[in-house]
């Protein structure tokens, strides 16, 4: 994967009039990008949403019901720092840190499109969003996935979570930063 750091411009005048993209390239060498979003990337981030399965897919999350599901989608970009992969002018992934400066932590969601996954998307974006909370100064990141979620435990485990406590159907993972 290249973490080149290219500034992208022209293609995708939407996103990148003041936000800042990362070129990568997933497993197959096919490249895709990824970057910080905000309110205006909504409705491409609900049009991943909109076809995403299975809904949910994790945790209740992300809401089967359209309209809970885009209030959800806009509390998200509205109290957290959020992440998107983009692949030709289209949303494949999603991630986001929920900062509670209280802690000094931060809560990680991510998803990524049921036609992208397995092929380094949601590394790229869990990788972001680590590197992106050591920038803000956080102290860990915290997420819980249920037990037998084993393609999200792999991710987070390979980018360093470790289990912090465990109940009969989920888990709570920490990475301490
Ligand atoms: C979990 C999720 C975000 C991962 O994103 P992704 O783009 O598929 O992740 P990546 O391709 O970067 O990494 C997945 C890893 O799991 C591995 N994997 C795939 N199937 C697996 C399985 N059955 N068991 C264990 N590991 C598996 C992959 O090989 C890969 O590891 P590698 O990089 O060492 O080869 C994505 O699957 C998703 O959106 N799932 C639905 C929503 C969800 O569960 N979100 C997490 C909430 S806690």
Sequence with gaps: M????????????????????????????????VGECNLDDLSRLMDMYRVFSPKPA????????????RQWAKSLIEIAINFLAWRENRVIGHAALIK???RD??????????????SGIGTELTRLSIQK??????????????MNNFIAVKLYRKQG?????????????ILKL
């Design 133 to 146: 909370a050591k920038e803000l100064g956080l102290k860990s990141i915290w997420l819980t996935v249920s």
């Design 2 to 33: 290249e973490h080149d750091g290219i500034l992208i411009d022209g293609s995708k005048g939407f996103l990148m009039e003041c936000l800042p993209c990362i070129q990568c390239r997933d497993k197959l060498g096919s490249p895709f990008e």
């Design 58 to 69: 994790s945790q209740g999350l992300p809401p089967p019901e359209p309209g809970t599901c």
């Design 105 to 118: 932590s931060g809560e990680f969601v991510i998803f990524v499109h049921q036609d992208f996954r397995n």
């Design 100 to 102: 509670d400066l209280k």
């Design 161 to 173: 979570f470790e289990y912090s406590d465990i109940d009969e159907c989920e888990r709570t993972m």
